[in-house]
């Protein structure tokens, strides 16, 4: 099981994969439009009023894109046999988790402190949130920062999966790579605004 | 029946092993002499049997693949590597 979510890759063929992603990344759109959640780039969500389900969907392809235009040249690079459907997979389900953090981020009710934090935003120091609301901060917190892990892993496994990877040059021209997609999805996402 | 494993590497030194006497089960005629093991058998078990299976299914890594229950490129790294392996075995002779 623990294999299944780490490293799917392993184990699935390339149509169960991209039949997975492809359903992932419409109920990824259709979650953020329905809950009004922005996808800025490609590991950051904020919130957003008036969006549109084809705003939503173009949000998620762009920032897929981001990825898989950095990650399959590299692939090419690291090992000439590299597939494109074996990185566009790994794109495509690793985004799968932002259905998750959709659902996170909406599951705890955050109106009060969002309230608290925009009423002392001239002067954080003033904060006070209530013990539920600070329970609430750290499980949340947590979450996330646990999804973006796992989201991390799943694009590792399946590039390492890809492209045969094993030097350590290769490890961080990967996570070059991803960062450079970062940079890439937060110019181009405002563009589509 | 239980088939004894073939060693590949000394237990003692882990050192790889060579074949000093061989003996025929009809005439118990003997031969010795000191012959390295061909690199095939210098193999793991597994990899042999990975061997093998590509063989018996005539070099499709995809049907490999779907019978194994295991998808295409990780059937493809696994070849990848022990191609190396075995050139590198090549390269010792």
Redesign the interface.
């Known amino acids: 099981m623990k294999k299944t979510l780490l490293n799917p ?6 149509a169960q994969l991209l039949t997975f992603g492809v359903i992932a990344l419409v109920l990824c759109a259709y979650l953020g439009y329905f809950f009004e959640i922005r996808f800025d780039n490609i590991l950051h969500l904020s919130t957003a009023k008036n969006i549109t389900f084809l705003q939503s969907l173009l949000e998620n392809a762009v920032n897929l894109l981001c990825v898989f235009v950095f990650l399959y040249p590299l692939g090419l690079i690291i ?1 000439k ?1 590299t ?1 494109f459907i ?1 990185i566009l997979n790994t794109v495509v389900v690793a985004r799968s988790l932002c259905c998750l953090m959709v659902l996170c981020t909406r599951a705890f009710d955050m109106a009060g402190i969002n309230e608290t934090i925009i009423n002392n935003s001239t002067n954080p120091y003033d904060i006070q949130f209530t013990p539920v609301q600070l329970a609430i901060i750290l499980i949340l917190a947590f979450l996330l920062i646990g999804i973006l892990i796992w989201h991390i892993a799943l694009l590792y496994n399946g590039f390492k ?2 492209t ?1 990877l094993k030097s350590v040059r290769d490890k961080i021209l990967f996570a070059v790579a991803i960062l450079l997609a970062d940079i890439l999805s937060m110019i181009l996402i405002p563009l589509l605004n | 029946m239980l088939i004894p494993k073939f060693p590949i590497t000394c237990p003692s030194c882990e050192g790889p092993l060579h074949v000093s006497q061989l003996s025929c089960p009809s005439c118990s005629t003997k031969v010795s002499g000191d012959f390295p093991l061909p690199v095939l058998l210098r193999l793991t078990q597994e990899e042999q049997n990975f061997i093998l299976q590509f063989f018996l299914f005539s070099g499709s890594l995809k049907e490999m693949a779907s019978q194994m229950g295991i998808s295409y490129p990780t059937v493809r790294n696994r070849l990848d590597d022990l191609i190396n392996k075995i050139k590198q075995l090549q390269s010792q002779e």
């Open positions: 890759f392993e184990k699935y063929n390339e090992n046999k597939r074996d999966t890809a045969n």
